[in-house]
């Protein structure tokens, strides 16, 4: 199906399309949303077609006819309960696993009933049970097992994947791993959650430590290894064993004399959960939404630091549009989601020009990872104060593609010679092609070092002059300056004279308070100003309420600020503005969509590319999915300035 001509479905107000059947109209619960996230994963990680299938099967329980909620049947199977092979049971987050009525105990007794149920599995989306039912003269019981087996696969296949049988996680079946990891260390290990999120952090190192460099799995833990301490001994070894890799692969990461600080039998459950998965080929908004609920909850500090949306940061990226050639700086990086959404988008060109040059997909990403880590390595840079958020901004880089090398702890507002020789060997000062920044900011954090003040012209008092109705600077410094208006000054510095461009999120007292007027200056005459994105009240909730901009400059070169100095005028020049009045979410943080006349929400049909491997090897196959209009206009926007720029060229 063409991508410009989506079938279009209608769904009503307070309910959610079924996964399965495509057609459904469900009540949208806490309960239903775990089982149609719980169906795509059966269908797009695990193989099952859909007609294998049956959502809210009944079942004959003695008197009782109960519906099991997703039940898979083998292929060309009738929809039999003497023909079910696996069942899925669903709730939600408020269900607990030992709960008489609705836990572990209500799935096992679905499967009992069945006589060909080999499988069964219990979520409320934070906990997740797989068990194998076995025979045992007369008597059935429940072995808990890692994972379910994938389509045409064998518990074998579960128990040590080979690496070609590694599933992408799709939509949030990596947040709900993660979820789970985090909360059983956290209620499990006796930690505190920040302290859980970096036990989890290490892991997840491991993980992504095994996918790139081993050549066989060691990441999995299988069933008998978890129930004996023999076997999570085991278990904890393989892993110590990859951590002490890592470690020597990222010692600016981890302290050489740093360990895994869980116990065996937390390490394989957190394993168990996660290797059978491939993080490197889950997709980037996946790994990213997971990731960013997990940073988030626990990195989230008091000193100005809110995490840009990623709707913002792919608006902001498109507008400026970063090839693989362009210098690229985010000077205060945070978990990296602006250079991430940026190193992507070159990524998917340098894959797009490969690929038509080889044709084939396997030569292709020989050609593609090796231009990739040039690029990664040599042109994308990052700082932060933080070094926590500097620790966890290279887990996301790893996560997604390798750029660590460029990411450093520093105090990006200081001279360059107080950085470390590494960042300093950059050279960043007038050399940076494209800048992407969501600094911090606030009256609560100030600046009010006088070594750091003074260096910046913005550092200082300036004078208005009513009547030439200009502003002047003068030798005072201020005692004081929140850190967002001298980030300005600095960001601009680092731009390429003349061509160098930056997006950067602004509180909307910049832009408009009548004291500030003397910054609104500085930037007219140091730079051109490209475009302002008003972004709506909502963007950073529910996090924090504060009313933004997306300012996007252009540095100007030394002869044209001369030039307008000297005739004491500005050039004239067309702004482009735009107001997001629509960015996908609300106060609380709940996603919106759009929905039609009556309220109703709008389902659109698509397709979308998807990976997968045939004999060990990469292919590619297109599969139509349905999914609901998220009401966000920030990728318009971005795609009308790039028509407004071409237009002004």
Known sequence: MNETSPAVV????????????????????????????????????????????????SLRLGSRRPRADLVIFDEGEKHAQDRARIIVECKSQKTKANARKHGVE??????????????????????????????????????????????????????????????AA???????AFRRCHNYIAGNQGLQKPEAFWELLKAIFCKIHDERL?????????????????????????LDGLFGEVKAEYPTIFRSNEV?????????????????????????????????EIVGSNLRGDRGEFFTPRNICQMAVTMLDP????????????????????????????????????????????????????????????MDLNPNLVKASKMNMVMNNDGTGGLFQANSLKAPVTWDSGLRARKLMGTVDLLFTNPPFGSKIPIDDPSILEAYELGHVWRYRKQADTWEITKRVQSKQPPEILFIERCVRFLKPGTGRCAIVLPDGILGSPGLGYVREW?????????????????????????????VLERKTEEEVGLEAAT???????????????????????????????????????????KEYADGRPAYKRQRIRRKVVDDNTLQIAQAFRSWLYEQD
């Open 170 to 176: 799709s939509s949030d079946a990596l947040l709900f």
């Open 323 to 382: 090839s693989e050639g362009d210098l690229i700086l985010d000077p205060a990086c945070g978990t990296a989601g602006f250079l991430i959404t940026a190193m992507n988008h070159v990524i998917e060109k340098i894959k797009n020009a490969e690929i038509d040059r080889w044709g084939d997909v396997e030569r292709a990403e020989t050609a593609i990872r090796d231009r990739v880590h040039r690029f990664a390595k040599k042109y994308m840079v990052g």
């Open 10 to 57: 209608i769904v009503q107000q307070g309910k959610i399309l079924d996964y399965v059947d495509g057609l459904t109209q469900r009540k949208e619960t806490p309960e239903e949303y775990v089982r149609q996230e719980i169906a795509k994963s059966l269908v797009r990680e695990y193989g099952y077609g859909k007609h294998q299938v049956a959502v809210e099967f």
């Open 568 to 610: 004491g005028q500005f050039n004239h020049y067309e702004v482009f503005l735009a107001l997001a009045e629509h960015i996908g979410h609300d106060k609380r943080g709940n996603v919106t969509y759009v929905r039609d006349e009556r309220g109703n929400e709008i389902v659109e049909e698509t397709e979308e590319l998807i």
């Open 214 to 238: 081993s050549e066989e799995v060691e990441f999995y833990a299988t069933s008998k290894e978890r129930h004996g301490l023999n076997g999570r001994l085991k278990a904890k070894g393989r």
């Open 523 to 551: 930037i007219l005459r140091n730079s051109r100003v490209l475009a302002s994105i008003d972004l709506h009240p909502d963007t950073f909730q529910p996090h924090v309420s504060v009313q933004t901009s997306v300012l």
């Open 106 to 167: 209500q799935l096992q007794s679905y499967m009992s009933v069945c006589p060909n149920v080999t499988y069964g599995m219990w979520t409320n989306g934070i906990e997740r049970f797989c068990f194998r039912r076995v025979d045992n003269e007369g008597n059935v019981e429940f072995e808990e097992i890692p994972d379910l087996p994938s389509h045409g696969k064998t518990e074998e296949d579960v128990e040590r994947p080979r690496f070609d049988q590694l599933k």
């Open 260 to 292: 895994i600080e869980l116990n065996p039998g937390v390490l394989a459950y957190i394993v168990s959960q996660i290797q059978m998965y491939s993080l490197l080929e889950s997709d980037i908004d996946v790994k990213g939404r997971a990731y960013e």
